[in-house]
């Protein structure tokens, strides 16, 4: 089974800054990677998928990177609205979630 | 405007078993894989099943094989999740979550906020 693993687990960063979470697979899994936003109490968002493409109604500030076990999300410039756990998710096999990110506000 | 909602969960005894319905609006519900996805109170995001858009194909993460069984009525727009064999750690909220095809390995662009099954004596 392929494994996802995030970092950091948790980070906090100012308004304005740029904040970029990176996501690992233990195999290669080409740009079959997602994104998503959860903040707390509501339901997961899809930010990004095929690792780089911007959902439809997503922020440009938020973009996706990279390809077979390296990836990063990162948000350009970090907003209040933006505190949420950030999930990686892959789909090249059965899918399979990373732990999550908590992005908090500094 | 594409929507989700489940239904049908609630408290199970260990071993107990429990079906649960995601009633779909908004659109064309069998040209679209359907999955459900897992979360327990305070923790990550646990892929459980996927079925493609006609029903003919299911697929189950190991944690669930053979106790859990995803099904579709399309004449309905209503997902389920038929659960047996229920164990304390199955305890999460469960969202059914549409896939942008007809066939289950994708992303999922849309979830249903999710219905509480908790396992416990």
């Known amino acids: 089974d392929i494994q996802m693993t995030q970092s950091p687990s948790s980070l906090s960063a100012s308004v304005g800054d740029r904040v970029t979470i990176t996501c690992r697979a233990s195999?290669?899994?080409?740009?079959?990677l997602a994104w998503y936003q959860q903040k707390p109490g509501k339901v997961p968002k899809l930010l990004i998928y095929?690792?780089?493409a911007l959902q439809s109604g997503v922020p440009s500030r938020f973009s996706g990177s990279g390809s077979g076990t390296d990836f990063t999300l990162t948000i350009s410039s970090l907003q209040p609205e933006d505190v949420a756990t950030y999930y990686c998710?892959?789909?090249?096999?059965?899918?399979?979630f990373g732990p999550g990110t908590k992005v908090n506000i500094k | 405007e594409v929507q989700l909602v489940e239904s049908g969960g609630g408290l199970v005894q260990p071993g107990g078993s429990l079906r649960l319905s995601c009633a779909a609006s908004?659109?064309?519900?069998?040209?679209?894989?359907m999955s459900w996805v897992r979360q327990a109170p305070g923790k990550g995001l646990e892929w459980v099943s996927g079925?493609?858009?006609?029903?003919?194909?299911?697929y189950y993460a190991d944690s669930v094989k053979g106790r859990f069984t995803i099904s579709r009525d399309n004449s309905k727009n209503t997902l389920y999740l038929q659960m047996n064999s229920l164990r304390a750690e199955d305890t999460a909220v469960y969202h059914c979550?549409?896939?942008?095809?007809?066939?289950?390995?994708?992303?999922?662009?849309?979830w249903g906020q999710g219905t509480l099954v908790t396992v416990s004596s």
């Open positions: 195999q290669g899994i080409s740009n079959y």
């Open positions: 079925i493609s858009g006609s029903g003919g194909s299911t």
């Open positions: 979550a549409k896939v942008p095809f007809l066939e289950w390995l994708s992303w999922f662009d849309t």
């Open positions: 908004g659109f064309t519900f069998r040209n679209y894989a």
């Open positions: 998710q892959k789909y090249n096999s059965a899918p399979g």
């Open positions: 095929a690792a780089s």
